[in-house]
């Protein structure tokens, strides 16, 4: 895989509907529960408490809002 290959997979599927971040107001609430989903098969558990330690620690702040919403589905 390349360096620009890898870039692509992980950028967001953009519609010309789209919010800043990538996501039609209607997907919303299916992006929340694929990154609940994401974060809960494909993260180690180290990883999971480090990013709520940090989500405690700076309340949220620097963290998408989808991903805050997602992490309240995981506890």
Known sequence: MTAGSARHAIEPRVST???????RPAD??????D?????????????R???????????GDGIDPMV???LRQLR
């Not at 990154?35 to 990883?47: F, G």
């Not at 408490?49 to 940090?54: G, V």
């Open 17 to 23: 509907k789209a919010t800043p971040t990538g996501h």
């Open 68 to 70: 805050l919403d997602a």
């Open 28 to 33: 919303r609430p299916q992006a929340i529960a």
């Open 49 to 59: 408490r480090q990013l709520l330690a940090h989500v405690e620690e700076h309340r």
């Open 35 to 47: 990154i609940a989903v994401h974060i809960q098969r494909l993260w180690e558990p180290r990883m």
